[in-house]
């Protein structure tokens, strides 16, 4: 992810002050930056923060694989300075969030919702992060918890409840990341689809917030606050 900000560097006007890597430390070039963009490694994140903090820098961290609990001290942490904490950048999905929450308030439960997802066949997780978000905020504005998740259908399963909300994961060949919303009902059916063919799609999102997140009170904040969609 680091060569994919440095590539797209030059078309969003941006600098990069300095590249670290492992082994690095970072707080030897953090005078000379005006923002930290962190795709690391989750057991780096702490450290990184806490310089952040000591040198009052903003930072974008897009760095996954922290627990609940480690997540809920960090986000304690990081709000001690401007800082964009997201777990895809990608503008077009954050307006795809944006668009399946406001579906997901309009339609009734009479829309029967279903999540499709597409990834390359090394992918190890499913559903993908994307599609787990997707399924937060449609569960969040019909009010269900995860107990109505369908993960796939097999055999005998009867008609289909309304409460249910379908999760399906494909995999194969080199699809960097395909997701659909499926609002169907009796009559009519609406698809909010994203598709991902180029990884750069989140470096450029990641600059975008480092752009938008420089002169703006500390505090967490997320694509939606950078993209003005809340």
């Not at 249910?164 to 395909?178: K, M, P, S």
């Amino acid at each position: 992810m680091g060569l994919a900000i440095a590539a797209a560097a030059a078309e969003t006007d941006a600098v990069i002050a300095a590249a670290t890597d492992t082994g690095d430390n970072p707080a030897a070039h953090l005078a000379g930056c005006a923002v930290i963009i962190d795709f690391s490694s989750h057991q780096a994140t702490h450290a990184l923060l806490t310089q952040a903090v000591a040198a009052q820098k903003p930072i974008v961290i897009g760095t996954t694989g922290h627990s609940a609990a480690e997540k809920q001290a960090l986000l304690a942490l990081a709000a001690k300075v401007p800082c964009v904490w997201a777990g895809n950048f990608s503008v077009g999905v954050n307006l795809l969030f944006a668009l399946t929450r406001r579906a997901a308030a309009v339609l009734g439960s009479d829309y029967d919702t279903e999540v499709v997802e597409m990834h390359h066949r090394f992918k190890k997780d499913a559903p993908s992060g994307t599609a787990a978000r997707l399924l937060e905020i449609i569960l969040e504005e019909r009010e269900l918890t995860s107990a109505a998740l369908r993960h796939g259908r097999s055999g005998i399963t009867g008609e289909r409840q309304p409460t249910e909300v379908g999760v399906h994961a494909l995999r194969g060949g080199d699809v960097v990341g395909d997701h659909t919303v499926i609002f169907a009902t009796l009559g009519e059916r609406i698809e909010l689809t994203h598709k991902a063919g180029d990884r750069a799609i989140f470096a450029r999102g990641a600059l975008r917030a480092a752009h938008w997140v420089v002169g703006q009170p500390p505090g967490v904040y997320d694509m939606q606050d950078v993209l003005g969609l809340k």
